[in-house]
């Protein structure tokens, strides 16, 4: 890449034009450009997914999806609304399992990247696109779906210095980029009870992901529905910085070539929740990814498919595997469930 098309070349000369960015700036722009470029799912590219892993993810949450519309009783219009759909993949197998029970929303998918959208578009040829959720219609229930989406929006991070807190910025020293502490004082975007901490503490926070819960927790509120954020996370606030970078399953420096790299960071569930909670939207719970799904009967599921085609149950079983085991995705991944005031408890929560 040269010329404008590099953004390492961009952002050096925005830094050395009007001062140190941000490091949120500094994601949100990265990811823009990755996810802009290319398909980076599955095991040829750099990270792999639930959905990606076993059908039986998508099949479980369209399972939960349906029970919860059911029991709310079946009102139609309904919406399944997707966050970063990624393949098309969660979509497509939620979906198949939610006809089962006599439900066949419309679809609304909001992605905003064109290659991903086309992957998206065949997997599920009846689907809308939205760039965001604006103009998702406000007329019936929203059972929406976000895996994997918070933890590639932009986290901002705080630094307790000498001075006071800090956020941090992104800046060039000897031609390459490093965090360094702001000089405007931040002590304003903590809360009261977090801000007296050590010397070098910092704190994450993400202004971009409780934006979204909190559109996500009005509409509920207002039209009815429910939704389950899967991501990995943290169930407790805690300090220290997640923020990192992923290329071909490896963790890579975030700071070297931005827009080729997945950047991510871990979700703090406790702060959404309590964003939902304001907003309107009744919590049902977060809880780990291997105990929802082993609630939600994950085991016989994979079982009564390893019966009907044996030559796949070797297959079956490492993909439930790497599913629910605590040392694979099923305790750092997390799932938290809100629905609309009125509707019921959730399974598995
Ligand atoms: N949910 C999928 C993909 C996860 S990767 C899966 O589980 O396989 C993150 C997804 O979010 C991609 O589809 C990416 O293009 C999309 N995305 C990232 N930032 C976004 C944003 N700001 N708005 C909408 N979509 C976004």
């Known amino acids: 890449?040269?010329?404008?098309?590099?953004?390492?070349?961009?952002?050096?000369?925005?830094?050395?034009?009007t001062g140190p960015i941000s490091l949120a700036h500094y994601m949100a722009e990265a990811n823009a450009r990755y996810y802009a470029g290319a398909?980076?799912?599955?095991?040829g590219g750099d990270f792999v997914t639930a959905p990606e892993i076993s059908q039986l993810f998508g099949e479980l949450i369209g399972v939960w999806l349906a029970d919860m519309w059911l029991r709310a009783g079946s009102e139609v219009p309904v919406h399944y609304v997707e966050l970063g759909p990624g393949r098309?993949?969660?979509?497509?197998?939620?979906?198949?399992?939610?006809?089962?029970?006599?439900?066949?929303?419309?679809?609304?998918?909001?992605?905003?990247?064109?290659?991903?959208?086309?992957?998206?578009?065949?997997?599920?040829?009846?689907?809308?696109?939205?760039?965001?959720?604006?103009?998702?219609?406000?007329?019936?229930?929203?059972?929406?779906?976000?895996?994997?989406?918070?933890?590639?929006?932009p986290v901002r991070q705080l630094i307790c210095t000498h001075g006071?807190?800090?956020?941090?910025?992104?800046?060039?020293?000897?031609?390459?980029?490093?965090?360094?502490?702001?000089?405007?004082?931040?002590?304003?975007?903590?809360?009261?009870e977090?801000?007296?901490?050590?010397?070098?503490?910092?704190?994450?926070?993400?202004?971009?992901?409780?934006?979204?819960?909190?559109?996500?927790?009005?509409r509920l509120a207002e039209q009815g529905g429910a939704a389950l954020f899967v991501d990995y996370g943290h169930v407790e606030p805690r300090n220290g910085s997640t923020f990192q970078a992923v290329r071909r399953h490896e963790k890579v420096d975030p700071f070297e070539n931005p827009g080729t790299a997945d950047l991510t960071a871990h979700v703090d569930f406790a702060s959404l929740a309590q964003v939902a909670?304001?907003?309107?939207?009744?919590?049902?719970?977060?809880?780990?990814?291997?105990?929802?799904?082993?609630?939600?009967?994950?085991?016989?599921?994979?079982?009564?498919?390893?019966?009907?085609?044996?030559?796949?149950?070797?297959?079956?079983?490492?993909?439930?595997?790497?599913?629910i085991e605590a040392d694979q995705m099923g305790e750092l991944f997390k799932v938290m469930a809100l629905?609309?005031?009125?509707?019921?408890?959730?399974?598995?929560?």
């Open 277 to 323: 909670k304001a907003r309107g939207a009744r919590w049902l719970g977060t809880v780990s990814q291997g105990d929802w799904l082993r609630a939600l009967g994950i085991e016989a599921r994979s079982e009564a498919l390893g019966r009907s085609a044996p030559q796949h149950r070797e297959a079956l079983d490492s993909a439930m595997h790497r599913l």
């Open 1 to 17: 890449m040269t010329g404008e098309r590099n953004l390492a070349e961009i952002f050096r000369r925005l830094i050395a034009t």
């Open 164 to 192: 006071g807190w800090r956020e941090v910025m992104v800046t060039v020293e000897c031609g390459r980029f490093v965090g360094a502490p702001g000089s405007t004082p931040m002590d304003a975007a903590l809360p009261e």
């Open 88 to 153: 098309g993949t969660l979509a497509r197998d939620a979906l198949r399992a939610m006809k089962r029970f006599g439900l066949e929303p419309q679809v609304h998918l909001v992605e905003t990247s064109a290659a991903l959208r086309k992957l998206q578009l065949a997997a599920v040829p009846a689907a809308q696109f939205h760039p965001d959720l604006t103009n998702v219609p406000f007329e019936g229930p929203i059972l929406l779906v976000a895996n994997e989406f918070l933890d590639a929006l």
């Open 339 to 349: 629905a609309a005031p009125g509707w019921p408890d959730g399974a598995g929560l």
């Open 194 to 218: 977090r801000r007296r901490q050590a010397e070098g503490t910092l704190i994450e926070t993400s202004p971009a992901q409780a934006a979204i819960v909190h559109e996500v927790a009005g």
């Open 39 to 43: 398909d980076p799912l599955g095991a």
